[in-house]
């Protein structure tokens, strides 16, 4: 259990409050890893500027990064809850609500990839990218209506056959960049050895913002038809 702590002025010193706990916030804000945090300063804060009721530090073992969070007094149970952080815990605002709600299984592979790469294992986040960027493709193509299910879940259909299955050609080209590079994460040689994990996720980045303005080009085009 943690407690607030609070200043003193009347004894010039830092206070322990017996009767008001810290929830964990059990999230960090760096790598999104969920789990216990390690409180390292939860203090109130009572002054005529202070927007919140405390602030606190918390640690991640994992990345070994460290968030603020804003507390927020719940009045009924005296505990003190993170209200907002810097970084955001929420990992969901880095990728848009079209993706997070149709490309789910990618969002997940994604996140792992990266928290495998900030707990220094750059050797296999690289193979979680080429994941992440399989079933990106496969779902783009049923999400867009350019393949049928028993096609895209084939074993025998490769990556290099749906990637040449996409119209789009932003996105073709860098699903094929991304794979190629995924590829030399993945074998014993590099055929590109001047590109690594980060034009990876770079080019990740580039297709993601391509799968949304498609999307959105799309409801714009359905809207005009309407008129038609
Ligand atoms: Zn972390």
Known sequence: MEYIKYYLSE??????????????????????????????????????????????????????????????????????????????????????????ENFSPFVEIYNQAKSAEQYGLNQISGMGYRKAIEFLVSDYLLVFKLKELAWVSNPKTSLNKKIAAIQNNQIKTLAKAISWIGNDETHYTKQNPEYGIDNMKLFINGLLSCIDLENQVRKATEMINQQN
Do not use: W
């Not at 004894?11 to 789990?35: A, L």
């Open 11 to 100: 004894y010039s010193g830092i206070e322990t409050d017996d009767e008001s706990t810290v929830k964990n916030p059990s999230i960090c804000g760096h790598c999104h890893n969920t789990g216990k945090q390690t409180i390292i300063f939860p203090f109130q804060t009572t002054g005529k500027f202070d927007d919140n009721s405390g602030i606190m530090l918390t640690f991640c073992e994992l990345c070994e990064s460290t968030t603020i969070h804003y507390l927020k007094k719940d009045d009924i149970s005296n505990e003190y809850i993170s209200e907002k952080s810097i970084p955001s815990t929420i990992a969901s605002n880095r990728t848009s609500q079209f993706v997070n």
